[in-house]
């Protein structure tokens, strides 16, 4: 007993060295918190905040102006693989700030927040489906070695803990440095894919039973990314791929 007193004393202790050392920032001002803030937002901001909500694409997670439509125009046109995914935020003014500030500038740990929202949303879908496992989108290694870290592994690692659901990093590689997506034409987004992800062979037979997984990602653009890596997931023998994306734009 005062064992375990002691070690949640030292627990709480360490918590909150840990705040002053490091303190945590709201992903929208980058304001930082006081330690007991532990929703990881500060409330100026959390006003701000646009959850995407009903009616939305049934395919993507987008949201669309009228509930009649099962799809967005993009899905209408367009027949992916991957089963169907969601997204938490709405990709506005705010979030297009918060997601560089988490990519370019090492602001990785945003992403207790935006897992913690993910899950606050999605929880009951996750377990509905059960995952095997959550795969991050993989970045390529020379942007992983200028970055540190890779932002879908953060938040999919982050999402795994709260969930205790595995997390997958050494299945599909990207073996291409390709060019963000958003600055291309429909054509060059294919060409830009093209080739982009692979398998990793030596880690087939160790992930043989894998029958059904959650892509996770940062930014839900065009569906082209997550539709590159459900194409190598399908081909190596998983049934379902579902994606689970931070944000998403709006039509
Ligand atoms: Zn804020
Ligand atoms: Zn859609």
Same mark, same amino acid.
């Given at each position: 007993m005062i064992k375990k007193g002691l070690y949640e004393v030292w627990k709480g202790v360490e918590r909150n060295l840990l705040g002053i050392l490091y303190p945590s920032r709201c992903p929208f001002c980058d304001g930082v918190l006081g330690?007991? =803030?532990? *929703?990881? *937002?500060?409330s100026n901001c959390e006003k701000e905040v646009e959850f995407v909500k009903e009616p939305?694409?049934?395919?993507?997670g987008k949201p669309i $102006?009228?509930?009649?439509?099962?799809?967005c125009v993009d899905c209408m046109e367009r027949k992916f693989s991957f089963e169907y995914g969601h997204a938490v935020f709405v990709y506005n003014y705010s979030m297009k700030n918060a997601v560089a500030r988490f990519k370019y =500038?090492?602001?990785? $740990?945003y992403a207790e927040y935006f897992a913690g929202q993910a899950v606050k949303m999605y929880e009951n879908w996750i377990n509905k489906i059960s995952p095997d496992a959550l795969i991050p989108v993989p970045i390529h290694k020379s942007r992983y070695r200028q970055r540190g870290y890779n932002q879908a592994q953060v938040i999919a690692e982050s999402i795994g803990a709260k969930l205790g659901i595995d997390v997958i990093n050494?299945?599909? *590689?990207?073996?291409k440095q390709t060019l963000?997506?958003?600055?291309?034409s429909v054509i060059e987004r294919h060409k830009n894919l093209y080739g982009a992800f692979d398998i990793v062979e030596e880690m087939k037979e160790l992930y043989r039973e894998l029958k059904c997984v959650i892509m996770i990602d940062d930014i839900y653009t065009t569906g082209s990314t997550i539709e590159a890596c459900a194409d190598i997931l399908k081909g190596s023998g998983i049934d379902k791929v579902y994606f689970l994306c931070i944000c998403i734009g709006k039509k």
């Open positions: 330690i007991s =803030n532990c *929703i990881g *937002i500060c939305y694409c049934k395919k993507c $102006e009228n509930e009649v439509d099962e799809l =500038n090492g602001r990785y $740990e050494n299945l599909i *590689i990207r073996v963000p997506q958003k600055e291309l």
